[in-house]
Every structure is written in C-alpha cells, then in structure tokens.
C-alpha cells in the first residue's frame, strides 16, 4: 500500500495538471486582493458609513481578515470545482491513457489501488486548502495589514483582529472537511463515469444541487441534521457571535463518515467492475 | 500453462465470446488472428484478469506473484513522464528494484535508448510498444499476452519487434499470446495459430499445419521471372518485380527447383495467407 501511495504521490507532482490548479486559486486570490486593494476601501465606506458614526473600529476595516474571510468563500463553489476537476483527474486519466490496465496487469491488488488514489485524493485537497490559507495569510497581511473583521451573517458581526484571525483558522479547518468530502465524491463519480469530460460535469452539477439544496428545509431538524448538503457551510458558524462547537464537530463527523461511506461504496464498485 | 476453458462474455450490444477455449505453453509463441471487432481484446482482458467471464475458467499454473504481463489495445504509459519514469512507476507499485541500474537493464532488454529522458508523449509507437513491453516484463511473468504489438509500427520495427519476441520465447521461456489482423506478421514468429471469428474460435493448428493447409498463392522474386517457362502453369499475375502464382503448397519445392533448373536466381518467395482463407477453411 505505502508503494501505491507514493506512485500516486509521484504522478500527481509530475503532472502538469496540480499546477495549474494551484495557479488557478493562486490567481483567484491575486484578483481578490486586486480588486480589494483599488475598490475595496470605497465599498466598505459605502456599507458602513452609518456604523462608523456609532461605533469606533480598530484599524482599517479592509484589512488581511477581511481579505481571508472573502477568500475562504471560495470554498463555496470555486475551490471545491478545482479540487474536483484535479482529483476525478487521478482516475479518469489512468482510463484515457490505459495505464489503468497496465496498472492492474502488475502484482497489484485492485482494492489497494484504489484506496491509494483515495488517500491521495485527501492529501492532494489538504495541502491545496493549506496552500490557499498560507498564501492568502502572506499577501492580505503584507498588504492591507491586520485589523477587526466584520461580517455579514443575519447581522453584522464584528470580531476582534486576534480573535478573527483564530476563527479563520478554525474555518479553513471546518471547510477543508468539506472539501474532503467534495474530492472522496469527485473519485467515487470517476469509479462510475469512466470518462474525464462526462466527470467534470457530474462533478459540476453535484456543486451545484449541493449548493442549491443547501436552504432546503425537509421538515424534521433530525433529516435536516443529517442531510449532507446542509453540512457543507459548516465553516460559516465559525463567524457567528458565539461559537457552538458541539454542532460544527457534529455537522463535521457526519460528513467524514459519508466520506468513509463513500470511499467503501467507490472502492467496492472499483473491486466488481470490469477494467476496460 | 496458460489455459482458458469455455469462455463466454456479452455485452448490451451482444454476444463478444462464444465458448472459447485456448492454451498456452510455456516457452511457445501463440497467435490469436482475426478481424477486428472479432473478440481478441475481450479475450486477452479476460485472459488477465481484467474483465470477467460470464461463463468459463482461466487457469495459470504457476506460483509468479504476477503470472501474466501484457499490453491490451495499446501500451497504457504515463505521457508525461520519461521512460524510466514510467518504469519506476510500474516497478515501486509492485516493490521491485526502482534503482538506477536496474531501469536502465529493463530499457536494454527490449532495445530502448538510455539517453532519452523527455516523456514518452514524444516516442514513437514502435519505442512505446518496446517501453510497453517493459513494463509488461517487470517482476518476471511466465506469460506475455501482447494485443495487437504491430498495429502501427514500420516495417523495420515489425521486424525488430518479432525478433524480440523471439528472442524472449527462446531466451526466457515466456509464452507469448499475440494477437493481430494480419497473417503475415503472425506466421513469422508463432509456433501455432488460433483464429477468431464473431466470438469463437473458427481454426487452429501448427502454423506449419496452417500454411500446408491453406498457402494456395506464393509471391515469387526473380531477375527476368515474367520469361519463365514453368510459372505459365500456374495461373501467373505479373507485378513489377514479382510474379504471383496460384500453387498448392506441396508443389512449390519443385516450382522453385525447376526456376533454378531454368536458370533463375529467387531472390524470395512469399506464401500468401489471408484471414478470410482461414476463416472459410477450418483444418479438419
């Protein structure tokens, strides 16, 4: 197993491919804090004219915080679209170029095959969410400095720079589960689909329905708890006033548990079915 | 031995293997010949595990970690990585050597470069069948199940790789199951023939015991072979360098000793085969 990951490690370092996913939230980020740097501070004099006769905030408001709390909401659809596209990539590859086959003509056990590209799966979404973090954390802060963050959720709420900070941490945390969750679907869909294309747009379309879904209400608070969709924002409460840490370490077991349910469902699938 | 015994599979799309049944040797060369569409590939993937049949066994007798190493359809590489690369890939998954020296005798055996350290999206196809066969050697399997192996090389790399695979036979005592569309290819180097038709083995035998049966046509090479007396009895169609003559293939020995006799030095001759022959005339 430990020689299957670290061919798996290997490809996915050697492929042009988790490059340009890095590139691409490396350049989604650079354009947030563009846009913030010549825009920002106009918008936010705009939305909080009014609170700033009343109340007396630390630093400027467009500030490092702010910049991570506007990146962290990639993990919404952007960051979860390139995390899928990157990892279904490390199956339906293997299927167009055949290496599939060649694989599985080694001394090799399917399983374990599979289970490796799983497990790369996760490693791969971890250090892009790390990645994302550390870079943001660097840039916001060099450029726009620290300061007290405010964020819309019902109210506004307001947070102390040192007290921001931690919760943005706690919320990458939270969000990367979710993005975990993402990258075990995107492999289970390539189990099933085969093909790259017709992935990509099973993948796209699961974003989008778990997106949409995400205010549906299904009557009973139990179905509500557990319904996958739901668990998704988890990282958000991270930004309410008080932080109820029972749900977000519940909300965030569930769906590790879907993700271990689904790797099972992947990896059993991969086990029966024909390779080619 | 290598044996698969009443195998059938279908698809949506239909029936793809009929109750086949194939063997094959340790050490011998075995061709699969038949058109395409004709079940080669679902074979050779049941064959090596890759597929399931509906009904019937494979057996491998042998106690290799990995009894079978193949290419299927084409040689499935890493584009994006070097030969070696793809080498040491396939190596470390199965926890064989990965060292340098032991990459570089891999890419010696089957005559590849070691200077070339550019992906292997920029080799040719004969150099990837090669890098193909490889890979399919690693961890030393007792059988080699290669589909296809000519489709799209020149004639000089199908030449280099039937010495190859000779050589591999001969030197190792691999059993090799190759299979193609064209007989000329197959006959050079198999020791004997099955031939596949819509799913079910149609004929097999010898290939000596195939071309006796059914060589009906040989091409002939000769300085001035359009001015031979001998070849006008068997219905002769002139080419440019060549004579084709319609000869059963008891006869051409004394064909050939009667050109000599007349003066004629053969440079070649070439038996004739085509699949539909084989396909039309089981051996009995």
């Known amino acids: 197993m430990s020689a299957l990951l670290f061919a798996e490690l290997l490809k996915l370092i050697k492929q042009p491919k988790t490059y340009w996913a890095l590139g691409a939230i490396f350049l989604i980020e650079l354009l947030i804090l563009v846009t913030a740097y010549y825009q920002g501070s106009t918008i936010l004099d705009i939305l909080l004219d009014s609170l700033k006769q009343s109340f007396y905030f630390e630093g400027s408001l467009l500030n490092g915080n702010l910049i991570l709390y506007i990146v962290l909401n990639g993990l919404w659809f952007n960051v979860p679209l390139i995390i899928m596209i990157v990892t279904s990539g490390i199956l339906t590859d293997e299927y167009k170029d055949g290496t599939i086959q060649t694989s599985l003509l080694q001394a ?39 300061g007290d963050l405010v964020v819309y959720l019902n109210t506004l709420n307001f947070f102390k720079s040192a007290d921001a900070f931690k919760r943005i941490c706690w919320a990458f945390a939270s969000g990367a589960v979710a993005m975990v969750f993402y990258s075990l679907v995107s492999i289970t869909l390539a189990v099933w689909i085969k093909e790259a294309a017709k992935t990509w747009i099973a993948a796209a379309l699961f974003l989008v329905i778990t997106n949409l879904l995400l205010k549906l209400d299904l009557g009973t608070p139990m179905l509500n708890h557990f319904f996958f969709p739901k668990l998704m924002d988890t990282w958000q409460q991270f930004f309410y006033f008080e932080i109820d840490w029972f749900p977000i ?3 965030n077991a569930i769906l590790l548990f879907y993700g271990v349910v689904l790797t099972f469902i992947g990896t059993w699938t991969f086990h029966k079915q024909d390779i080619g | 031995m290598l044996a698969g015994t009443n195998l059938s599979k279908s698809y949506s799309s239909g029936k793809v293997l009929e109750n086949v049944s194939i063997q094959i040797a340790p050490g011998q060369i075995c061709g699969l010949l038949g058109r ?17 049949p509906d009904t019937g066994t ?4 042998t106690a290799c970690p990995k009894p079978i190493g193949g290419i299927i359809e084409k040689p499935g590489l890493y584009p994006y990585l070097s030969a ?12 064989i050597a990965t060292d340098a ?9 089957v005559g590849l470069p070691l200077d070339r350290k550019d992906p292997v999206r920029n080799f040719s196809m004969g150099m990837k069948q090669r890098l193909g066969i490889a890979i399919a050697l690693l961890n030393n399997p007792e059988y080699l199940v290669l589909d296809e192996p000519f489709s799209g090389l020149d004639p000089i790399g199908v030449a280099s790789l039937i010495q190859l695979i000779l050589q591999l036979s001969a030197e190792e005592n691999i059993g090799i199951l190759l299979s193609s ?26 290939t000596n015991q195939m071309i006796h049966a059914h060589i009906q046509r040989y091409s002939i090479t000769a300085k001035n072979i359009a001015k031979a007396q001998i070849i006008r009895k068997y219905q002769p169609i002139m080419g440019i360098n060549d004579v084709k003559i319609t000869c059963p293939a008891d006869e051409i020995s004394a064909v050939l000793q009667t050109l000599f006799q007349e003066g004629f030095a053969v440079t070649a001759c070439t038996p004739e085969l085509t699949l539909e022959q084989l396909i039309e005339n089981p051996v009995s």
């Open chain 1, 249 to 251: 370490f519940l909300n």
């Open chain 2, 181 to 206: 569309h064209l007989m000329a290819e197959l006959s050079k180097c198999c020791h004997f023939l099955y031939v596949i038709d819509k799913g079910k083995i149609v004929n097999a035998g010898t």
């Open chain 1, 108 to 146: 090799v056990k399917k399983q374990h095959f599979i289970l490796a590209k799983y497990i790369v799966a996760v490693a791969f979404t971890l250090v892009v969410i790390a990645f994302m973090m550390l870079s943001t954390c660097v840039l916001a802060y060099t450029i726009f400095g620290k």
């Open chain 2, 84 to 95: 070696a690369d793809n080498l040491k890939i396939f190596a470390g998954i199965q926890k």
């Open chain 2, 36 to 52: 395409n569409g004709a079940g080669k590939s679902t074979l050779f993937k049941i064959l090596c595990r890759l597929i399931k």
């Open chain 2, 101 to 109: 020296t032991s990459i570089n005798q891999h890419l010696i055996k």
């Open chain 2, 58 to 61: 494979v057996h491998v007798y």
